[in-house]
């Protein structure tokens, strides 16, 4: 079987779950049945966080354990403890991979986008409660992505290498874009929805915006002081970003999510760029244009004046009922 039949067979194995997963979450949810929908939930991205482990340990288990394992006690005498000493040393082998911090360290950075996601897409589901259109535009958008991050995870495990490869690199920089959009959506959606204080927006979105950022700094290999102190200058100007966007923002928390997603996009342009060393002016001046006209389109066609009655109070901040 080629790599690529692999790939193939392994995603259509992973889409059926995801796909079918977020329909009967959709159809749970909208019946109004909460409890199951959470336990359903749980089970689905139990599932992902399975494929992810199946994916790495078929490409970095160490093969011929059991050998390994003969010749260590080939030496003993032929009994019932020597092939049980055998069978627990050919096991010790096979897990190898999964005992070294060097290759449990990388599993758990994969772990993040597609979590992220899932649980994003869950919390977006419940607030847009009874919207179907609204729903199933997530769930296929979300599932897209999801996939397409998968593709090039199986890819990235099978090259084995430290840094990752520019090709794969582009996809899941895609894929990292709109897990910070549907983040920040779902993150001041779900605040917003039970009017909690702006300073959860604002940890939140440091939150995610650093760890967003800290694993793309590990894909580089290039986790240094200097470049994690970067990371937390961009994460507080996001908080930044935050704390207007939570307050001053429309009742449309998506196209809040895309003004944030555009100013991600820039910042993250321009500390890419600067790792690889090919930061010009103009570079600089290409990723500002496209980020600035992603915000203006979002921003100059958002109604800041809409505002449910009754709804949140943050009179002690602004002076205003939101």
Wanted: aromatic fraction near 20%; charge should be positive; glycine fraction near 4%.
């Amino acid at each position: 079987m080629t790599h690529k039949t692999q790939k193939i067979i392994s995603t259509i194995l992973l889409a059926i779950p995801v796909v079918g997963g977020f329909e009967i979450l959709i159809y749970i949810l909208n019946l109004n049945q909460p409890g199951i929908y959470l336990q359903v939930a749980g089970w689905i991205f139990v599932y992902l966080l399975f494929k992810i482990v199946f994916l790495f340990d078929l490409h970095y288990k160490q093969r011929g354990s059991w050998d390994r394992a003969r010749a260590r006690h080939e030496s003993s005498a032929a009994s019932l403890w020597r092939h049980v000493k055998i069978l627990f040393t050919a096991f010790w082998y096979r897990v190898e991979h999964l005992r070294a911090w060097r290759y449990l360290r990388q599993w758990l950075y994969c772990l993040l986008i597609p979590s992220f996601i899932f649980w994003a897409t869950i919390s977006l589901f419940y607030v847009k409660f009874g919207q179907l259109v609204q729903q199933q535009t997530l769930a296929v958008l979300s599932s897209a992505m999801l996939l397409l991050y998968y593709w090039n995870v199986k890819e990235f495990f099978f090259r084995k290498k430290e840094v990752v490869d520019s090709d794969i690199f582009v996809a899941t920089t895609t894929v990292k874009i709109y897990t910070a959009v549907i983040l920040y959506a779902a993150s001041l959606s779900m605040l917003r929805y039970f009017c909690l204080h702006p300073a959860y927006f604002v940890i939140e979105t440091f939150c995610f915006t650093f760890l967003l950022l800290y694993q793309a700094v590990y894909q580089h290999r290039l986790i240094t002081g200097r470049n994690i102190a970067a990371v937390l200058l961009i994460a507080l100007l996001m908080s930044a970003v935050a704390l207007p966007v939570y307050l001053y923002w429309g009742l449309n928390y998506f196209t809040a999510a895309v003004f944030m997603g555009a100013c991600y996009n820039f910042l993250w342009g321009i500390f890419h760029y600067r790792l690889d060393g090919s930061l010009t002016l103009k570079v600089f001046v290409e990723v500002f244009l496209i980020s600035a006209i992603v915000a203006s389109m979002v921003f100059f066609t958002t109604n800041f004046r809409a505002r449910i009655l009754d709804g949140c109070n943050f009179t002690a901040i602004t002076g205003k009922t939101f």
